[in-house]
């Protein structure tokens, strides 16, 4: 019984205890499912976590809830890596990589390196002027 208890207190600090047995993979979100990978992950000894897009379709409350989980993560030693376009993400991350210049094929180059802070005073890349704006 311990077993399942530490799998179910897994799913519900990744914001996921809302799912119920037996539901399918298929009407989960790709946020959803990015979480239940990460909740499979907590389990293991694995130093590097790597999400792409884990606010995909989450609600405000979901990602701050998903902000404080990754926050713990890095404060026990693990080293997180995120893809994604979510401002408050941004916001929160410790170092950010920002390609651009623009988005497809426009894109594909490093235009950024740096800090949260540091990016919102580089007005030549058009992250570091939304997230000024988010922030202002």
Do not use: N
Not at 75 to 97: K, N, P, Q, R, Y
């Amino acid at each position: 019984m311990a077993a399942a208890t530490r799998i179910l207190q897994r799913l519900v600090d990744v914001g996921l205890g809302y799912l119920t047995l037996g539901q399918p993979l298929t009407t989960l979100s790709g946020g959803e499912r990015q979480r239940l990978k990460l909740a499979d992950r907590m389990a293991s000894d694995a130093s590097v976590l790597v999400l792409d897009e884990p606010t995909s379709g989450l609600h405000m409350a979901d990602i701050h809830h998903l902000l404080t989980l990754l926050d713990k993560l890095v404060g026990s030693g693990h080293s997180v890596i995120v893809v994604e376009h979510h401002l408050a993400v941004i916001a929160c991350a410790d170092w950010i990589i920002d390609m651009g210049p623009g988005a497809g094929t426009d894109g594909g180059q490093v235009v950024f390196t740096g800090t949260p802070g540091d990016l919102i005073t580089e007005p030549t890349t058009l992250t570091g002027q939304h997230l000024a704006r988010y922030l202002s």
